[in-house]
């Protein structure tokens, strides 16, 4: 299984549509086809129900689209956490806070974690105050400083 067809199964996935996938993706529609016969053809499912100009997927489709995603976002998580270490960093923490703070406390704060943390990278999201907890409960941040109370 080649990550392209991955990749091409994703988008047509959440597009229904070959053409708009291949826009997406940068690639030709064919190419989009061909990727999806190729991955229907090594799994030994069918991944669409093709009717005429229209792709819709089937059930095994649906199941496929969530392991696709998940196999995806390890794929690329792998791939960075390698780049990382071969840089020297051992972990990934992303923060999330207001625009106020990272003009006025933080360049001191990172400042003197960086020099006590060298195998920590360190990333910034700069966000409203009222989605940096959302971002936290969904794990695009490892924590948040905001300018509002937790609910």
């Known amino acids: 299984m080649e990550y392209k067809w991955l990749q091409s199964f994703i988008v047509a996935a959440q597009t229904c549509n070959f053409r708009t996938a291949a826009e997406q993706l940068h690639l030709s529609q064919p190419s989009i086809t061909v ?4 991955l229907e053809e090594f799994l030994h499912v069918q991944l669409f129900k093709r009717e005429k100009n229209r792709v819709q997927l089937t059930d095994t489709g649906r ?3 969530v392991e696709a995603q998940e196999m995806v976002k390890e794929w690329e ?3 960075e956490r390698i780049r990382l270490a071969s840089k020297g ?4 923490v992303m923060i999330a806070m207001t625009p106020l703070m990272v003009e006025t406390i933080l360049p001191h704060v990172i400042y003197q974690f960086i020099n006590d943390n060298p195998s920590i990278e360190i990333s910034i999201l700069v966000e409203d105050s009222a989605k940096i907890e959302d971002l936290v409960n ?6 948040g400083i905001s300018l509002l109370p937790t609910r």
Not at 35 to 38: D, F, G, S, T
Not at 138 to 143: C, E, I, K, P, R
Request: net charge negative.
């Open 77 to 79: 998580l792998s791939i």
């Open 63 to 65: 199941l496929f689209q």
């Open 89 to 92: 960093i051992q972990e990934k």
């Open 35 to 38: 990727h999806i016969q190729q």
């Open 138 to 143: 969904q794990d695009q941040a490892h924590m």
